[in-house]
């Protein structure tokens, strides 16, 4: 018979090697997935995983890679402080809302005056933005005690109705016949978040992002900041005993992960997306969390999950096209790879035992 | 080297590996906003792909990629579409506007056509229906069959088509009921089954015993079917399974001819930008079967303005009409022009509520 017992010390094994063992359960079950529905595995697997990096057009599709990695990444780093120390930001998608509208407010209340200060004005107000935005939820956990996955997350719902307001009220292009939607901000030269490199997707958001991760890093292995961070989440008494402020905490994780996601937002609507729209935000921010816990928590692992993430949309968009694979099917894909991260994260903490002798 | 430069040696490289088998064979892509199955909107664009399909046989190889979201991702999509040798791409919703017009500046060679959109360029054209034809008919039928003399409209966006569909149900049902009285939701999405399966339900539970919808799924007429008495139409598409009630007619999109015209034309090299706005006369916007739950005398009324829109004879705008704000709009036998209802931002005189802001 076969059981599960815990074990005394957490895997590091398992712990790293769980995420490896979890796109190869991925790529097994959703070639089979893609087999059922009638199409050649390898080369739906080929398609999503090989053709956007190696395949005949690379050159476009690399970029690519960086524009949806780089939010993803950005708004994952800030999660994961935060449920490394057992706080709960579900609604980044809301952050990244409010700091996309307040960096654009700024650009669009300028236009159309040119100057070299206006876009560091804008990354200040679309961090500020996500910052205030999730500071609600963080004030009323430590004044009131409320729960912040839930108000995080409600308050996702109300980013998006000022988001509809915006782009049909305030924020509408005057010169855009009734339609809703701003003004597109790439064809405002001060408020571009251009290329730094043309056609690089090399943007600014691509440059924070990575400035993101090693402070994330420096931060959780060197800094004290860092340390409360991991004790709360590992071992809440000790951290009393040890001085930890955890409402302290709760606001610097909320706060920055609401500012990381604000940026996210800010650098997404003044560079790929262009205009404040009513779908303006595609799940960023929910993707995010995915992506956090795919790596492990860990700054480097997230820069990894994003990239990895970033490339079975990319990829999955081409197979769609070129294979006539149904979008559900990618969707069930990308499903099965936090699916079989959680199954096989189970063996971190258990182990299995087999033949024990006891009867149940 | 630069992307331009990159994206020649690109082509070329396309042209020479695939010079044998591709030579005449025409790809054409399209780009969808919902899902082929959502049962109305992107199903019927997807009718039209499949109809080209069928017209052109082996001549023509279609493409698509449903879900794809408004902004950054339709661009890469349709890049993708172009590098992969599309000669033709339909980008088959408003928000991809701006995304068509960037991706077709950078390449001059492909044919663009943007639905219910305004911008063109030399390689894009735009082309959308006059679905407040459909309307028109739709409010006749719900004037004189409400019981409760309240309407219920499931809008999405309050962007021009919408609010003109609005005005054109409510000047049609207020014609043959001066008691009616609609009552709007707005749900923020095209297709969101949840959201507009809640919408109705909420319309109903105010009275509503006719339920219009502006939005792609089917979810409306679920929820009318559930209550029972209420009618509703179907949107986009026929939705002929929820006949012969609670689904009572229907507007249907029929882009087929459209879409085998302009694929026929990137054939013969006569493509050229052009801004196609049709509706019943040219068969774009097709009235679906008005169901038996519809007494003879008010289906026959319906399918005399009907015939009346497609020989030109009538026009759904027709004044006098004056604004929700009581100041004139049309005057007496005037009939509006494209530019004012291609750009409808103002609800009709006797809407209740504002357009939202």
Redesign the interface.
């Known amino acids: 018979m076969i059981r599960l017992v815990k074990r005394p010390q957490p895997s590091q094994a398992w712990s790293y090697g769980a995420p490896v063992l979890a796109v190869a359960a991925t790529i097994f079950f959703g070639g089979l997935l893609f087999a059922a529905l009638g199409k050649n595995p390898i080369d739906a697997i080929l398609t999503i995983f090989w053709e956007p990096i190696f395949g005949e057009f690379s050159f476009f599709y690399r970029p690519q890679l960086l524009i949806k990695g780089a939010p993803l990444v950005l708004i994952a780093i800030g999660l994961s402080l935060g449920f490394k120390a057992g706080i709960w930001n579900i609604g980044a998608e809301g952050q990244y809302i409010i700091g996309a509208l307040a960096g654009a407010g700024v650009a669009l209340a300028l236009y159309p005056l040119e100057s070299v200060l206006i876009f560091p004005a804008m990354i200040l107000a679309g961090a500020l933005g996500g910052w205030a935005w999730a500071m609600i939820p963080a004030v009323l956990k430590t004044k009131f005690g409320t729960n912040e996955i839930l108000v995080s997350l409600m308050l996702v719902y109300v980013a998006e109705h000022i988001l509809a307001s915006m782009a049909l009220g305030a924020m509408k292009n005057p010169e855009g016949f009734g339609f809703p939607g701003s003004r597109n901000l790439q064809q405002y030269a001060s408020a571009h978040n251009a290329d730094i490199i043309e056609n690089s997707g090399m943007h600014w958001g691509v440059v924070f992002a990575l400035i993101a991760v090693i402070f994330a890093y420096v931060l959780l292995s060197r800094h004290r900041l860092g340390f409360a961070i991991r004790v709360t989440g590992e071992a809440p008494r000790a951290a009393a005993f040890s001085g930890v402020n955890p409402k302290g905490l709760i606001l610097f994780c909320l706060g920055t992960s609401g500012a990381l996601a604000g940026l996210a937002g800010l650098f997404e609507v003044a560079g790929p997306a262009g205009q404040v729209t009513i779908d303006f935000n595609v799940g960023y921010g929910f993707t995010a969390i995915i992506v956090a816990f795919l790596g492990r928590l860990n700054p480097i692992g997230i820069l990894f999950a994003g990239a990895l993430m970033a490339l079975t949309y990319i990829g999955g968009d081409i197979a769609q096209s070129n294979l006539g694979l149904p979008a559900a099917a990618i969707q069930v894909f990308q499903g099965m790879l936090l699916f079989f991260l959680l199954a096989i994260d189970l063996f971190t903490n258990y182990r299995l035992q087999i033949g024990a002798g006891e009867t149940a | 080297m630069?992307?331009t430069k990159?994206l020649a040696t690109?082509a070329v490289?396309?042209g020479l590996a695939g010079a044998a088998v591709a030579q005449d064979k025409t790809k054409v892509?399209f780009v969808y906003v919902g899902?082929?199955g959502d049962g109305g909107w992107t199903f019927e664009h997807n009718e039209g792909r499949l109809a080209v399909e069928e017209h052109f046989g082996d001549a023509v190889e279609t493409?698509?990629?449903?879900?794809?979201?408004?902004?950054?991702?339709s661009?890469?999509?349709m890049?993708?579409?172009a590098?992969?040798g599309a000669d033709l791409i339909f980008t088959t919703s408003?928000?991809y506007m701006?995304p068509t017009i960037?991706v077709a500046k950078k390449f001059p060679n492909v044919k663009f056509e943007h639905a219910t959109g305004?911008k063109r360029a030399d390689n894009v054209s735009t082309y959308s229906a006059r679905f407040y034809e459909g309307r028109a008919v739709q409010g006749h039928i719900a004037g004189k069959m409400t019981k409760t003399n309240t309407v219920g409209y499931i809008g999405s966006?309050?962007?021009?088509e919408v609010i003109r569909g609005i005005n054109s149900a409510y000047l049609h049902a207020k014609k043959v009921n001066p008691d009616v009285e609609f009552k709007i939701i707005w749900v923020?999405t095209w297709f969101d089954p949840a959201k507009e399966a809640d919408a109705a339900k909420a319309l109903i539970d105010q009275g509503a015993d006719v339920v219009l919808q502006h939005t792609d799924s089917t979810a409306p007429q679920a929820a009318a079917q559930e209550a029972g008495d209420v009618m509703t139409f179907g949107q986009a598409s026929d939705m002929a399974e929820y006949g012969p009630f609670p689904r009572v007619s229907s507007i249907i999109d029929n882009w087929a001819p459209y879409y085998i015209a302009r694929t026929q034309a990137v054939i013969d090299g006569s493509w050229s930008s052009v801004d196609t706005w049709d509706g019943i006369p040219t068969g774009m916007v097709e009235i679906g079967e008005i169901t038996d739950a519809v007494p003879a005398d008010i289906k026959a009324e319906a399918l005399a303005m009907v015939e009346a829109m497609r020989t030109g004879a009538y026009h759904p705008f027709t004044g006098p009409i004056k604004k929700q704000d009581g100041s004139d709009w049309l005057a007496d036998g005037e009939t509006a022009d494209d530019g004012t209802l291609?750009?409808?931002?103002f609800y009709v005189e006797g809407i209740t509520g504002d357009i939202?802001?």
């Open positions: 630069n992307f990159l690109a490289a396309l892509g899902p082929v493409v698509f990629v449903e879900n794809v979201a408004e902004g950054p991702d661009e890469r999509v890049t993708q579409m590098l992969e408003f928000g701006d960037n305004y966006f309050p962007i021009p923020y291609a750009g409808m931002n939202p802001q």
